[in-house]
C-alpha cells in the first residue's frame, strides 16, 4: 500500500510559477514510477508526465513539454511536479499516482496507476 498526498496547488496569474508536491508513505518508494495527472471541469483525466523509479527516466505528454518539468527525491519520498509560464487553461485538479515498477518503465495511462492522492486544485487566473 502507498499513500500519495499532494499539496502546493493553489491560484497564479497568467505566466506564473507552482511547485506541486506528492510526498509518498506505507512502501517502498523507490519500488514506483510516479506519475502526474491532472483533471479540469468537464473533461477527462489526462497524463501531464511521469518519472521512472530511479528518476533517471522522464516522459511528457507533449502538450506541456517545456513548461512543466518532473523530479523525485527518493530520500525524501517525495515527487515534485515544477509548473511555469502557466496560463488559464492549466486549470484543473492535478494528482499524482505510482505504479509498481521492477524496471525503469514510465506508464501514461491512468488505469495502469495503481495508487493515487486526493488532488491539489491549481487555478490560473487571465
Known amino acids: 500500500q502507498v499513500q500519495l498526498v499532494e499539496s502546493g496547488g493553489g491560484l497564479v496569474q497568467t505566466g506564473g510559477s507552482l511547485r506541486l508536491s506528492c510526498a509518498a508513505s506505507g512502501s517502498t518508494f523507490e519500488s514506483y514510477a510516479m506519475g502526474w495527472f491532472r483533471q479540469a471541469p468537464g473533461k477527462a483525466r489526462e497524463f501531464v508526465v511521469g518519472?521512472?523509479?530511479?528518476?533517471?527516466?522522464?516522459r511528457y505528454a507533449d502538450s506541456w513539454k517545456g513548461r512543466f518539468t518532473i523530479s523525485r527525491d527518493n530520500a525524501k519520498n517525495t515527487v515534485y511536479l515544477h509548473l511555469n509560464s502557466l496560463k488559464p487553461e492549466d486549470t484543473a485538479v492535478y494528482y499524482c499516482a505510482a505504479h509498481y515498477s521492477d524496471a525503469e518503465l514510465v506508464r501514461v495511462i491512468w488505469y495502469e496507476y495503481d495508487y493515487w492522492g486526493q488532488g491539489t486544485q491549481v487555478t490560473v487566473s487571465s
Open positions: 518519472i521512472s523509479r530511479s528518476g533517471g527516466s522522464t
